[in-house]
């Protein structure tokens, strides 16, 4: 891995801790700054009493949950491959995913993407950009609604990768210009895989109608289906790929109407 990619790697994740720090920090500072108002608990939160009826829709216990969430993300696969450079290559990446989060009681629909670079102590580059949907179920709430601080659920869901490939090692001919370090690209490959795992997540609680979960998650894939943008990776697939993620999920309670 160049000395550049590795730089826009640590660079990436450097900018997505102070982004979490700050909106931490924020967080804290307004719900200090705030009087108090008559609450009821509902999903692990104290729903704000602010969110007022009309004359049509009459406000029920039925909480929505709409937000965005920011994580640091680290896949890691093993590649299959007739090249001898990249078979039984352990990948490990790292990164960030944004994306929204639709919630109630019971569980939560996430929809994400992620941008990662590869470790530095690779012999070769991989870019890996990640797009998905996932539905959790809270594993305590099957049976009762009941608040628990700490909240773990099931994952499951669909997602693809796309992988792009650096180096120099497909045309063993060619002489290699020693001047620079940066590395070729040599081609992309496209994996769809479905995703199971487990999560556990923190629930704070919010004022005036806003909620904030950290959370951490582990999910293992099982891939479906991959083709290869260039001819020589046709015979390269991803085995045995694990997911590791650790961040924060934002926004506002809606009510829901009977």
């Known amino acids: 891995m160049t000395a550049k990619r590795r730089l826009e790697g640590d660079s990436l994740t450097r900018w997505l801790i102070a982004i979490l720090c700050l909106f931490l920090s924020f ?3 307004v719900v200090k700054g705030q009087a108090p108002t008559t609450t009821i608990k509902e999903y692990g939160y104290t729903a704000e009493s ?8 009459k406000r029920t216990n039925k909480p929505v949950y709409l937000g965005y969430e920011l994580a640091l993300g680290r896949p890691i696969y093993t590649l299959k491959s007739n090249l001898t450079e990249l078979n039984h290559l352990r990948v490990s990446n ?9 919630a109630n009681t019971f569980g939560k629909l996430k929809v994400n993407a992620g941008l990662y670079y590869s470790d530095a102590s690779l012999p070769y580059s991989f870019d890996l950009f990640t797009g998905g949907l996932s539905a959790h179920a809270y594993l305590l709430r099957i049976s009762s609604p009941k608040h628990h ?3 773990p659920y099931f994952i499951g869901g669909i997602s693809q990768q796309h992988i792009k490939f650096y180096g120099n090692y497909l045309d063993k001919n060619a002489t290699r210009n020693f001047s620079t370090s940066e590395e070729q690209f040599l081609g992309k490959g496209i994996t769809t895989q479905f995703n199971v795992g487990l999560g556990a997540e923190y629930q704070l609680e919010n004022d005036h109608g806003d909620f904030i979960h950290l959370f951490a998650e582990v999910a293992c894939g099982v891939p479906v289906a991959m083709h290869c943008t260039r001819e020589v990776f ?7 790929p694990v997911s590791i993620s650790i961040g924060i999920s934002f926004g506002k309670i809606k009510e829901r109407s009977k």
């Open 27 to 29: 967080k804290s500072c």
């Open 50 to 57: 602010y969110l007022q009826t009309d004359s049509v829709s």
């Open 94 to 102: 790292l990164g960030v995913i944004v994306g929204g989060v639709v």
């Open 149 to 151: 601080t700490v909240e």
């Open 234 to 240: 046709d015979h390269t697939r991803i085995i045995n």
